[in-house]
């Protein structure tokens, strides 16, 4: 890095720090706030458990709850590739995920969103691989939209 770069990014730490940039997963941010304190309505299928766990990794695992996540998925798989004879070769899997946070104090809805997001696998000449690979795409979608939904909650920690 040339000191030339070495001032440009110092002075973009100094401009951001001026007008009250904060990260929120330093300690006191606003990641440290919810972290821990959120329940789980525990998940009904893999791709449930999937966006749950991801969740957790990011929001952490609950302890001291004060307030629980409830969420509702949909996910659909469109046909997106074919060859010459008509057979499916490529999959696009389109997930959509309505989510509400509630206190538990008062029961009041502290924030509420929807997700949505999409990926794709490949339809192989094996059903083996091919089911591997779809729960890997739906995975992966669920990660996706379990990132989406932090940054929303977070986004918005001022009236949590």
């Known amino acids: 890095m040339s000191s030339f770069d070495r001032r440009a990014f110092l002075a973009a730490v100094t401009a951001l720090a001026g007008c009250g940039f904060e990260p929120v997963y330093a ?7 919810l972290r821990g304190r959120i329940e789980y309505i525990p998940p ?4 449930g458990f999937a966006l749950v766990n991801r969740l957790q990794d990011r929001l952490g695992t609950p302890d001291a709850v004060e307030r629980t996540f409830d969420a509702g998925i949909r996910i659909d798989e469109e046909p997106a590739g074919f060859l010459r004879d008509g057979t499916i070769t490529r999959y696009n899997v389109v997930g959509r995920v309505d989510w509400r946070l509630t206190r538990i104090a008062d029961g009041v809805e502290v924030a509420s969103g929807s997700e949505q997001s999409f990926t794709s696998y490949a339809a192989t000449s094996t059903t083996v691989a091919t ?17 989406r939904i932090v940054a929303d909650i977070l986004s918005g920690t001022a009236s949590l």
């Open 27 to 33: 300690p006191g941010g606003a990641a440290a706030e």
């Open 44 to 47: 009904a299928d893999e791709e």
């Open 131 to 147: 089911i591997a690979a779809q729960r890997d795409a739906r995975e992966r979608l669920m990660v996706t939209l379990a990132d």
